[in-house]
């Protein structure tokens, strides 16, 4: 039963260049998160969605992030023209079920982001 | 809002030492409570949950136990060994209809033999 997949693992981008970042959650579940994580620092909540639905995206920068989960494929989280402050590992997190208390969420292994 | 404060790192233990780090929290009402690790270059996987007051997770070793009359969460292992060197994360949910998690900044433990 495979995890969640992210893809690629590292990522190494230019300064002004796009980056996309790929999740594929559990088998089975259909809510997705990401989450940031600056160097030295914790993660930081960034985006929480459904298929075709953005639910709660209180944590994203108001301008060049975005995030998508279309019906078939995996979750999207782009950047467009990256600045080296968005440098950092990027995590999505899956769950089968919205909301319920305790639910656990299953991180993915990273998506490592240099701006360069 | 809902905030998780953590024992700032690095805790640098010997072999077999007993372990603890802090883990308070402030959030309105009572959610539910986690601990996660992360090994160097990896994701973060669940070490333990508890999803009630006075509930205690546990698991290889490591215990917590929901207190919400100190409104902590402290982690403890007995006796820690070089393979449990990580970084360890407290987290709660965020409230509202999802299992959003709030993560504190995280203590890194190193064990040496």
């Known amino acids: 039963n495979a995890g969640v997949m992210q893809n690629p693992r590292h990522l190494v981008r230019r300064r002004g260049q796009e980056a996309r970042l790929r999740c594929s959650p559990m088998?089975?579940?259909?809510?997705v998160y990401w989450y940031r994580q600056l160097p030295e620092e914790g993660l930081k909540f960034m985006v929480y969605?459904?298929?075709?639905?953005?639910?709660?995206e209180s944590g994203m920068p108001k301008e060049r992030f975005s995030a998508e989960f279309p019906k078939e494929g995996p979750s999207i989280l782009r950047i467009q023209q990256v600045v080296r402050g968005d440098s950092a590992a990027y995590f999505c997190?899956?769950?089968?079920?919205?909301?319920?208390?305790?639910?656990?969420?299953?991180f993915g292994e990273g998506s490592w982001l240099t701006v360069v | 809002g809902n905030s998780v404060t953590q024992m700032e790192g690095p805790v640098t233990l010997s072999e077999e030492a007993f372990l603890t780090i802090n883990c308070t929290y402030t959030?309105?009402?009572?959610?539910?409570l986690f601990w996660y690790v992360q090994y160097p270059g990896e994701g973060l996987q669940l070490l333990l949950k508890?999803?009630?007051?006075?509930d205690k997770g546990s698991n290889k070793g490591f215990e917590a136990t929901y207190r919400k009359e100190t409104t902590s969460f402290h982690l403890e292992k007995g006796s820690v060994q070089v393979s449990d060197s990580a970084v360890y994360f407290c987290?709660?949910?965020?409230?509202?209809?999802?299992?959003?998690?709030?993560f504190g900044t995280g203590t890194l433990l190193a064990v040496q033999p």
């Open positions: 997190a899956s769950s089968p079920k919205e909301g319920l208390p305790g639910n656990t969420i299953y």
């Open positions: 959030a309105t009402g009572y959610p539910s």
């Open positions: 969605l459904q298929k075709e639905n953005i639910i709660d």
């Open positions: 987290a709660l949910e965020g409230g509202g209809a999802t299992n959003k998690l709030i």
């Open positions: 088998k089975g579940h259909s809510h």
């Open positions: 508890a999803t009630k007051a006075d």
